[in-house]
């Protein structure tokens, strides 16, 4: 690894500190506009008739861009399968 490939994982690893974690434990609303993927994540938030799923973020991308974050969910689903975690 180069220098400057050292450089940018750096700061990148920097950055990403400021980066906010979204927690979803629900996907009501996904689609596309035109060449775009548009995907709705929520959360449960309590409410006087039980959990209500809440907004919590909208995620928009390129096709080339959603097809890498689906990889990039298997290959995560596949790594806690082989740790021996249980995936409901």
Do not use: C, W
């Not at 799923?53 to 596949?78: D, G, N, W, Y």
């Amino acid at each position: 690894m180069s220098d400057a490939d050292a450089k940018q994982i750096e700061e990148f690893l920097i950055a990403s500190r400021e980066a906010p974690i979204v927690f979803t434990d629900h996907i009501p609303y996904f689609g596309h506009a035109g060449s775009v993927i548009a995907v709705t994540l929520a959360a449960g938030k309590p409410s006087q008739e039980g959990l209500r799923p809440f907004p919590v973020a909208h995620l928009r991308m390129p096709a080339p861009t959603a097809k890498i974050l689906i990889e990039s969910l298997q290959k995560a689903l596949a790594m806690m399968e082989k740790s021996g975690q249980p995936i409901n």
